[in-house]
């Protein structure tokens, strides 16, 4: 069976990209990656995510052994998409330190890793200490539920990118777990994925236990949560993909429909910002969560 990924993996084809990955049934599966001439976290995220899930399942997995663009394919390479899927290429460069710049496609599989990649992620972002141990609260969160209630057996796939020259950054954490509807169907009434989607995005719900984290509350549920109101606040663009439903909100408003005809196994959280007001929007929403937590008691640790 051929998947092909045609020319861009953006956020404008995520859910294009999840339909058609999630298609990809049969025990020999190729990955047309050739024709492609712009990729970002959001794609590389969800189909490293595929692609594990895949060979997880015994399925033999190929891939396109060179991209067209040279400047897509240097990336790729860069960015650690050979790598996380176990293909060795010859690499006509040298490599930098991505550190603010970019964070390479990582497999996200335990506490330790989760801290490490929030805190990665979050220096993309912001150099002031402070801001960098909000957003990097905000991300562990979202990532720690891929690893902790996801179900998905390799974990979640991050990835990161800040493109300096049009003053806008990304960041995506997807897994191909159970998703949100069967997750939180054992404590709610949820019917269809994009209810659970929506409920997903409200205080408190995808929290768990204080004990995964020890004696804090790092992982309340606040996560989704804060990163919708900061993405409103800032003019950049969400975008949340579980089952058949995707959630997108952007400068026109948000819209959840049940728009794949084939459902994507567990949850991607893609998240855009641009870089004028980042700081201040993120300030505003850590400060309404501080002030909610004075009147209902709510231990936010960001160390």
């Known amino acids: 069976m051929e998947i092909p990924l045609g020319q861009r993996l953006d956020m404008g084809s995520l859910a294009k990209l999840a339909n058609s990955l999630a298609s990809g049934y049969s025990r020999s599966v190729f990955i047309d ?23 997880a399942a015994g399925m033999h997995v190929a891939v396109s ?20 899927i176990e293909i060795e290429k010859d690499e006509q460069f040298s490599r ?14 335990s506490v330790t890793s989760t801290d490490t990649a929030a805190d990665k992620i979050a220096e993309i972002f912001f150099k002031d200490a402070e801001l960098k141990n909000y957003m990097s609260y905000m991300i562990r969160e979202i ?32 897994d191909c777990g159970v998703g949100f509807k069967q997750h939180l169907s054992s404590r709610y009434n949820v019917r269809t994925d994009a209810e659970a989607i929506l409920l997903a995005l409200e205080k408190g719900v995808t929290g768990v236990l204080p004990t995964v984290y020890g004696n804090t509350y790092n992982n309340v549920g606040y996560g989704l949560y804060i990163t919708k109101g900061l993405v409103a606040r800032n003019g950049g663009v969400l ?27 567990g949850v991607i959280v893609s998240v855009e910002l641009v870089n004028n007001n980042i700081g201040r929007c993120l ?6 969560i501080l002030r909610e ?10 160390d």
Request: proline letters at 4%.
């Open 33 to 55: 990656t050739s024709q492609l001439i712009w990729v970002e976290p959001c794609g590389i995220a969800t189909l490293l995510a595929h692609v594990k899930r895949m060979k």
């Open 283 to 288: 300030q505003e929403c850590m400060a309404d």
């Open 293 to 302: 937590s004075e009147n209902k008691p709510v231990a936010l640790s960001f």
């Open 239 to 265: 975008k949340i993909i579980s089952g058949e439903a995707v959630f997108t909100l952007e400068k026109n408003g948000e819209r959840i429909e049940d728009g794949l005809s084939r459902p994507w196994p």
């Open 65 to 84: 052994e060179n991209v067209f663009n040279l400047d897509v394919e240097r990336y790729l390479q860069r960015i650690n998409f050979y790598k996380t």
């Open 143 to 174: 990532v720690a539920n891929g690893v902790m209630h996801s179900g998905c057996l390799f974990g979640a796939v991050v990835c990161a990118q800040y493109w300096p020259q049009v003053g806008r950054a990304q960041f995506c954490v997807a």
């Open 96 to 109: 930098k330190d991505s550190s603010g710049r970019f964070v390479e496609a990582d497999i996200v599989n």
